[in-house]
């Protein structure tokens, strides 16, 4: 039987549902490879355009980080605005811009439609600084009124001090339409939707061999094969060496999250609000209140290392505490880590890896609303109703460097937490 990270969300999941492994010859239209929230959304719109599709997801769906992320469901990508229009114009940086807020919609119209009530949406964000920059805020703020009509609104430090009560903190930007959901119970009810409509999920069916020339596609899992007219990779942070341009385009990214004790009155005394929070710095903090707000779920830190540290636990509190220092005797009852998937210009990449074969990967720090929108517009290319996916062409599968690049990265990263600190001093 299959099983799932020990994590707050598998605890609390709506369902337990699972899904027998691929036997026999299937063919289909469209195969997709990766049962996270980029195939998953793929997957469902083309069932709903009655495409015959099947996905083939090596452990279960929502294994991976689409089932055990921070839950934040808002616009942005990993790399900022200002460096995308520095590499391909403010135009077309603003149309990829619009294309994550659609992203977000699609999250929020998917839990209305499929009435996804165990998705628990919780509405508000805050962006905060841990210093002092109000001006910048304000012109961010006048820039996605002006770009794209996203209200969002400016909180000077005492108003960020009310609810977020933390000498670290100082302005914040918050976002009325960005939210927070439990992302694992929302994949498995996208899952539930794309087999009502047609479309088939097959669950521990890790695909050993996959032959991609020829109008024709052939995966080979260890029970059965699919044949389909066109392929859809998206694996994210567990990308293997099947397809290995692929692979060597990833990079594999830990993150770490956290669930504190029950403790309601001690959490409500730091954290005043239940809008999600986060701050501005690369690898930042990220929180917010779940269970009815009897819990407190903090997430945080990356690595290049991609097993678990042994005192997981004791990082994550110690980041916590040195916020709210107040918080010193809570406990923490789960802590868990998961690999995203970054490529090093830290864009999604999605794109036609050769014929009728598409690669949709590349979501790590922005995932719940570039995987939604990657998931479309890969399967509006496939529908051919649109080519929107050519805006993401500029970012495509650069070679990650190998153990170089990872260690570049992890030197990068050490390199910004030294920034992040003289900055806020």
Request: with cysteine; glycine share 12%.
């Amino acid at each position: 039987m299959l099983t799932y990270p020990d994590t707050f969300y598998a605890r609390t999941a709506a369902t337990t549902k699972g899904r027998l492994p691929l036997q026999g010859r299937s063919e289909v239209d469209v195969c997709i490879v990766g049962g996270g929230l980029a195939g998953l959304t793929c997957a469902y719109e083309l069932a709903q355009a009655r495409r015959s599709v099947i996905v083939l997801e090596a452990e279960a769906v929502g294994w991976g980080a689409s089932g055990r992320n921070g839950g934040f469901v808002g616009p942005g990508y990993a790399r900022s605005h200002a460096s995308i229009a520095s590499a391909i114009g403010e135009a077309k940086a603003r149309e990829l811009y619009g294309l994550s807020i659609e992203g977000m919609r699609i999250v929020s119209d998917n839990i209305r439609e499929l009435d996804i009530g165990s998705a628990d949406p919780r509405p508000g964000k805050i962006g905060v600084v841990r210093y002092d920059s109000g001006d910048s805020l304000k012109r961010a703020r006048d820039r996605l009124a002006e770009d794209h009509g996203h209200g969002v609104d400016f909180w000077p430090t005492e108003q960020v001090r009310d609810v977020l009560r933390s000498s670290k903190y100082h302005q914040a930007l918050f976002d009325p339409h960005s939210f927070h959901i439990h992302p694992l119970n929302y994949a498995r009810a996208l899952a539930d939707a794309i087999e009502m409509r047609g479309g088939r999920i097959v669950e521990g069916s890790r695909v050993v061999s996959a032959e991609l020339a020829g109008p024709q596609k052939r995966l080979v899992t260890a029970s059965g094969e699919v044949r389909a007219r066109q392929v859809v990779f998206a694996c994210g942070g567990y990308t293997d060496t099947i397809v290995p341009k692929l692979r060597a385009s990833q990079l594999p990214i830990a993150t770490y999250v956290l669930t504190t004790e029950a403790a309601p009155e001690l959490i409500g005394k730091a954290v005043a609000t239940r809008a999600a929070v986060s701050d501005d710095r690369r690898a930042g903090d990220y929180y917010r209140l779940i269970d009815g707000g009897q819990r407190l779920l903090w997430g945080g830190r990356i690595t290049t290392r991609t097993s678990e540290p042994h005192d997981l636990a004791a990082l994550l509190r110690r980041t916590m505490i040195s916020t709210y220092p107040e918080l010193e005797g809570l406990k923490v009852e789960i802590a868990w880590s998961g690999l995203m998937s970054y490529a090093r210009h830290l864009m999604p990449q999605i794109g036609q890896l050769s014929p009728h074969v598409w690669h949709c990967l590349g979501f790590g720090g922005h995932g719940l609303n570039t995987t939604a929108i990657g998931g479309r517009v890969v399967a509006e290319g496939i529908l051919q109703t649109s080519d929107r996916h050519r805006l993401f062409a500029p970012f495509g599968l650069v070679w990650n460097g190998g153990v170089f690049g990872t260690v570049a990265v992890q030197a990068t990263y050490w390199r910004y937490q030294m920034m992040d600190w003289l900055r806020e001093r």
